[in-house]
């Protein structure tokens, strides 16, 4: 009997919804971030320019983010469950 009960958990298990494994990536409890990927080509479409680094805060769920434009610095500050810019300042 018990490797009947094995055998259907196993096809129970093979079973489970394919979108259901496609979900945000998940920090803490309760708290879906978007994909470095999402956030990059949604900053590089607002600042423009090139980045040239980024940093990612766990604490507030914020990347820091350095673009080139030119001859000048953009630092930007980006909600990671956004993709919001939350702030930034230019340096020539």
């Known amino acids: 009997m018990r490797p009947l009960v094995l ?3 196993v096809f129970v298990a093979a079973a489970a919804p394919v979108g259901a494994q496609r979900q945000p990536p998940v920090v803490g409890v309760g ?31 914020t990347y820091q983010m350095r673009y080139m434009r030119g001859t000048g610095i953009i630092d930007v500050l980006v909600d990671a469950r956004t993709g919001k810019i939350l ?3 230019e340096s020539m």
């Open 31 to 61: 708290v879906a971030l978007k994909s470095y990927s999402e956030i990059k080509a949604m900053t590089d479409a607002r600042i423009g320019g090139r980045l040239i680094g980024s940093d990612f805060d766990p604490d507030t769920f």
């Open 87 to 89: 702030g930034g300042r």
């Open 7 to 9: 055998l259907f958990a």
